[in-house]
């Protein structure tokens, strides 16, 4: 079946430094990527995702590009800032008679100090 | 405007008790689906409905649960019997159809005692 693993936190940063958050998945077909956001009380939120091989999401400074070679989808960003705090997953969905439902990893949660 | 909403917020419950969550998807949006997120965890599939069928039921962890979506718009999510390890958040998510980007609601914390 289909999983994802991602980096185990939490993670802990200063502010402007680099962030990479690992994710690595395993699925039957031709899998959709993403990452979601969770900030402090609130609901997640889709932050970026790529849909085919060597494809690049990105958004407010996050990257991430679809490796099919290394079944990879890292999260980065060159200078995170306190507002980034919050819990990052990544997901997939890999579609099935159209039920694009997701899978997702077990979460990282993210601290970014001044 | 508006996005997804469940309610209650919180519902807390006596083990055996029944309860009963409701999503509203945002308007015209096909495709809903519910997730359950344990603590410390990531949300995990329940079921999934593409307008008024229910498509997917795969994710429920026993006949205790019950998902319904009657009209096409409005869900709701019931448990019969709660046990405690029922207790976790119950997300709702929504998408205009099955392959484009879903919108979740806050969710629904349920604490079973």
């Known amino acids: 079946g289909n999983s994802v693993t991602q980096m185990e936190g939490p993670v802990t940063l200063s502010e402007e430094a680099f962030l990479t958050i690992n994710c690595t998945y395993t699925a039957t077909g031709y899998p959709s990527l993403f990452w979601y956001v969770q900030y402090p009380g609130e609901g997640l939120q889709l932050l970026l995702k790529a849909t085919k091989a060597d494809d690049k999401g990105s958004n407010k400074g996050f990257e991430a590009t679809y490796r099919k070679e290394t079944t990879s989808f890292h999260l980065e960003k060159g200078s995170v800032q306190v507002s980034d705090s919050a819990v990052y997953f990544c997901a997939l969905s890999d579609s099935n008679f159209g039920n694009e439902k997701l899978t997702f990893g077990t979460g990282t949660r993210l601290t970014i100090i001044p | 405007g508006a996005g997804v909403s469940q309610s209650p917020r919180y519902k807390v419950a006596k083990r055996g008790q029944d309860v009963a969550l409701r999503c509203d998807p945002i308007s015209g949006h096909v495709s809903l689906f519910w997730y359950q997120q344990a603590l410390g965890q990531g949300p995990e599939f329940l079921t999934y409905f593409q307008n008024e069928a229910q498509l997917d039921k795969s994710g429920l962890p026993s006949d205790r649960f019950f998902a319904e979506r009657p009209e096409g718009s409005v869900s709701t999510l019931k448990i019969q019997r709660t046990q405690q390890e029922d207790s976790a958040v119950y997300l709702c998510?929504?998408?205009?159809?099955?392959?484009?980007?879903?919108?979740f609601g806050p969710g629904t914390r349920l604490t079973v005692l």
């Open positions: 998510a929504s998408s205009y159809q099955g392959r484009d980007t879903q919108y």
